[in-house]
């Protein structure tokens, strides 16, 4: 019998989360999808506020793609726009189109084990910049409760021309990502995320930005709809003498996501 309720547990929260893999805009969680099954998503990111005026909207199409065994691949096209004005005599306005592939390997159940996990890689390509990241997920369900970390790295590689010749700046930021959920009924959820952005240039450590706010997530049979607010709060590493609370040359003030999904 006691083999039997763990699986039972699995076998349901499989089937609730067959078309929804995740409940959070930016946190990870640990399922993936069952062998077969296909799930459409579409993001679009708002980010606003600098020193001067920036508006950026971030969007990404994706397709993921249930292999079966624990592991989960998807696919993305991606599409960026921002405007800006850093002198107020002049608009600029810039656009970008990438491409990235996805791989996720569940090893533990949010439910029937102590606690869910999951690593997490992308390779992504975008004109003049090659990025790797990975994540080492975790989470764990508790009722009506949703709790998820996510422990993040990459390696970023951006190439820039200067005096004729091709040179690289390396990036290696390291994020921290929490978030907690509770689920209201069957088809909706109230909850918090909070993410740490720790930036880091060639060696050295130039800023800790943090972020937190809230998101919403709604669900039918085959589809859900995440919506988030996260509005910049302090850096924790700053220069020295610097007075800036914010990190607003690399970050803005505050994002807004919208993440809607809708299973095959």
Known sequence: MKKVLPLIAVILVTFQLK???????????SNVLPLGAMELEYWNTLRSGKTHFYNAMDQRL??????????????????GSVAYSPIDSFMVKDYSIGFSNEWKF???????????????????????????????????????????????????????AEDGEI???????????????????????LGLEVRNHNEIKEGEWEHSAWFAGPTLHFSGDRWFINLNVLPQLFNAKKEEGSTENLVLDEHEKVEARVLMSFAF
């Open 62 to 79: 994706e397709l993921e793609l249930g292999l079966g065994k624990k592991v989960q691949t998807a696919f993305y096209l991606n599409f």
């Open 167 to 189: 040179e690289t700046e390396v990036e290696t930021p390291v994020e921290l990502d929490l978030a907690y959920m509770h689920m209201i009924g069957k088809h909706a959820g």
């Open 106 to 160: 569940k090893l533990s159940d949010p439910v029937a084990n102590k606690i869910g996990s999951a690593l997490y890689a992308e390779i992504g390509f975008e004109g003049d910049e090659i990025e790797l990241e990975g994540k080492l997920i975790l989470d764990k369900q508790i009722g009506k409760n949703i709790f998820a970390a996510n422990i993040v790295g990459e390696y970023e590689i951006e190439y820039e």
């Open 19 to 29: 078309a929804q893999d995740r409940v959070f805009t930016r946190t990870y969680q």
